[in-house]
């Protein structure tokens, strides 16, 4: 059944720019060439304007705002090109920028995938404390199959 399933659908590979989800996306890579499916690269950033983190209120003015989008933006863009590179002709990577919360965003993006790559953890620091293990509610929520890299 996975095997069909992967040769007409996409595979999701969300990344937090981490160097463990850098390494997740070779794997994303190898099983798009495997089945001959295109790649859909996904970044979730978390709502910054007015948002509550944790009970305390950011406000970011907008240039930084507009700064953060043309980080991810210029991002996502480099990582597509280090990734075509190893993609097999015909096959494409499409980026895909979802804000809110990343557990949700991916969720809803993996709706109508194949298979989801995901690193087994992202950025390291205080907020991995702070918030639920997001790679471990997609192996547990995701209704296709989810391959997690260390």
């Given at each position: 059944?996975?095997?069909?399933?992967?040769?007409?659908?996409?595979?999701?590979?969300?990344?937090?720019?981490?160097?463990?989800?850098?390494?997740?996306?070779?794997?994303?890579?190898?099983?798009?060439?495997?089945?001959?499916?295109?790649?859909?690269?996904?970044?979730?950033?978390?709502?910054?304007?007015?948002?509550?983190?944790?009970?305390?209120?950011?406000?970011?003015?907008?240039?930084?705002?507009?700064?953060?989008?043309?980080?991810?933006?210029?991002?996502?863009?480099?990582?597509?090109?280090?990734?075509?590179?190893?993609?097999?002709?015909?096959?494409?990577?499409?980026?895909?920028?979802?804000?809110?919360?990343?557990?949700?965003?991916?969720?809803?993006?993996?709706?109508?995938?194949?298979?989801?790559?995901?690193?087994?953890?992202?950025?390291?620091?205080?907020a991995d404390f702070l918030k639920p293990h997001?790679?471990?509610?997609?192996?547990?929520?995701?209704?296709?199959?989810?391959?997690?890299?260390?």
């Amino acid at each position: 059944m996975m095997d069909k399933l992967m040769r007409t659908q996409e595979v999701l590979c969300p990344t937090d720019f981490s160097s463990t989800a850098a390494h997740a996306l070779k794997y994303a890579v190898e099983m798009a060439n495997l089945y001959h499916v295109d790649i859909r690269l996904l970044h979730v950033t978390s709502p910054a304007r007015g948002a509550h983190c944790y009970g305390i209120a950011v406000d970011i003015p907008a240039t930084l705002e507009n700064e953060l989008q043309a980080f991810v933006d210029a991002k996502m863009q480099s990582l597509q090109q280090e990734m075509q590179q190893d993609l097999n002709e015909g096959l494409n990577i499409k980026l895909v920028v979802r804000h809110g919360d990343a557990i949700d965003e991916i969720l809803a993006e993996a709706v109508d995938v194949g298979m989801v790559v995901i690193a087994s953890h992202g950025s390291s620091g205080l907020a991995d404390f702070l918030k639920p293990h997001v790679t471990q509610d997609i192996v547990k929520y995701a209704k296709c199959p989810v391959l997690v890299v260390k």
